[in-house]
């Protein structure tokens, strides 16, 4: 019964499909698809599949079949809209696809596109179209089907994923790491060859883009000072490197500008284009006698957390700052979530406005969201490291999540374990506790979720070097009302 039932829900899935489309069928045998666009006592018109517009003779068509018009919101959206212009017909064809409904109507009106104007990208990417040897092809396997006829006429056979001469098959079997499949001709070349045509060097094993150039320049130098062998990447200013494996500097490159991408998108929007130019370089080492050895070449010197981010290249994972927490880090594998946790807090430190600093707790808070919008966790704690080693109990921060950081500042309340917010403002990061670090958390999380305008102008737009009338200024509130509003969120009285 259950075949039964599957075999007549896919033939009417099948049918009703088949009845949205118009078929042209000829005497020669051939069947066009697509939309009939004119249907004269001379010749019909036809888009197909492809979007292109066929003409054919009247004597030379067998049969017309039509399927179902379009719907009637699409028909009146395209009221109005010149049908000569593929820039005002892409328009409604977006609009269309916007609406999640259309979906038919959206293709069609794609192919209408494509129909004026062929090299139409947008158009072409919505429909799932591929370009190969300068021929469109509908989707991946129409593309395969007709490269392996290409092929096969050159007396070419597939091997893997790839297409080779017979002479070439011992070769490639014999030296599999010396081949490769070229994306663009679908043929097996010799890796070497294919990537200096691509532009590509080599360092150590590894192949690099042409525009990875800054990073090899700064593996290179740590080559020939410490002797060690690196390996990295570089995307978009972005530069990682370090005695760690390519892949993992690839992925940490996504992450440091995942980070960008969300304190952009959190705090300064409207000056995206500054925060995404700016260069920074991250270098890791697997101990620390090899992050104390780079520093005393003279690298990594910096005297500020502006200084830090936009030019020191930090250790992470074995980090030279002795008083801080992060020593212990080293331990436990989070070089990754530093890293990331070190874009929140360096981009925080540059952006505030003020003859002052900005208060730690911020640039820490900074740190732990950046950490959190691109793990899901937070791992770090930036504490003093005397005061990480004095407590009874290793406190559970690591690997919190924002909402678990709430409810542990809720219970550090009622056990009587914070400090004010004026205090919060105040206090250093090397005296800073676990349950300051976690009251920063969330103190961050309220200000931004409750007066988010007020807070990015308390951040950026004040120049008072008195922390508590800026508040006044800005919020609208001094510490003792703020702390009042924020106790009554969390449920404290």
């Excluded at 068509?61 to 892409?90: H, N, T």
């Excluded at 290409?150 to 007396?155: Q, S």
């Excluded at 500008?257 to 080492?285: E, H, N």
């Excluded at 502006?306 to 992470?316: D, G, L, N, V």
């Amino acid at each position: 019964m259950r075949v039964a039932l599957g075999f007549w829900f896919w033939f009417i899935v099948l049918a009703l499909s088949l009845s949205a489309q118009d078929f042209v069928r000829l005497h020669s045998g051939e069947r066009i698809r697509g939309e009939i666009r004119n249907d004269s006592a001379k010749s019909v018109q036809v888009i197909d599949h492809l979007g292109q517009l066929r003409e054919f003779a009247k004597k030379d068509v067998k049969s017309i079949k039509k399927g179902r018009p379009l719907q009637a919101k699409v028909m009146k959206r395209l009221k109005g809209v010149d049908a000569k212009s593929p820039k005002a017909l892409f328009e409604v064809v977006q609009w269309a696809n916007q609406q999640g409904k259309f979906k038919r109507a959206t293709a069609i009106l794609a192919r209408r596109v494509l129909a004026l104007d062929s090299n139409h990208l947008e158009a072409r990417a919505l429909l799932g179209h591929i370009r190969t040897f300068d021929v469109w092809y509908l989707n991946a396997n129409t593309r395969d089907r007709a490269v392996a006829k290409i092929m096969k006429a050159k007396g070419l056979r597939l091997q893997g994923k790839g297409w080779l001469d017979p002479l070439q098959l011992d070769l490639v079997k014999a030296n599999p790491k010396d081949w490769i499949v070229d994306p663009d001709s679908f043929r097996w070349r010799i890796l070497r060859e294919l990537r200096e045509e691509q532009g590509m060097s080599e360092w150590g094993g590894q192949w690099y883009e042409f525009d990875e150039a800054r990073v090899l320049e700064e593996m290179a130098v740590v080559k020939t000072e410490l002797s060690l062998k690196c390996q990295g990447a570089e995307s978009k200013k972005i530069v990682v490197y370090g005695t760690i494996s390519r892949k993992l500097a690839q992925e940490h490159v996504l992450e440091i500008l995942k980070a960008r991408d969300w304190y952009v998108k959190t705090f300064c929007p409207q000056d995206a284009l500054r925060v995404g130019l700016m260069p920074a370089s991250i270098v890791i080492f697997r101990s620390l006698p090899q992050a104390q050895a780079f520093i005393d070449k003279g690298h990594g010197v910096c005297h500020s957390a502006e200084a830090e981010f936009a030019a020191f290249c930090r250790p992470t994972g074995a980090m030279a700052m002795s008083d801080y927490s992060q020593l212990t880090q080293q331990e436990r594998k989070t070089w990754r979530h530093d890293g990331v946790a070190r874009v929140g807090m360096g981009l925080m430190a540059m952006h505030w406005t003020g003859q002052s600093e900005c208060p730690d707790w911020i640039d820490n808070a900074a740190a732990h969201h950046a950490e959190f919008a691109v793990f899901g966790r937070i791992e770090t704690v930036w504490i003093a490291l005397s005061r990480y080693a004095r407590q009874e109990r290793t406190r559970s921060d690591q690997g919190r999540t924002i909402k678990a950081a709430k409810e542990m500042l809720i219970e550090d309340y009622k056990k009587h374990r914070t400090i004010t917010v004026r205090q919060l403002f105040s206090r250093r990061t090397n005296q800073m506790t676990a349950a300051d670090d976690t009251m920063g958390v969330v103190l961050m999380t309220y200000l931004l979720e409750k007066y988010r305008a007020k807070w990015l102008k308390f951040l950026f737009k004040s120049t008072s070097i008195n922390l508590e009338k800026r508040a006044q200024l800005q919020l609208g509130m001094n510490f003792p009302q703020l702390e009042a509003k924020f106790r009554t969120w969390l449920g404290i009285r």
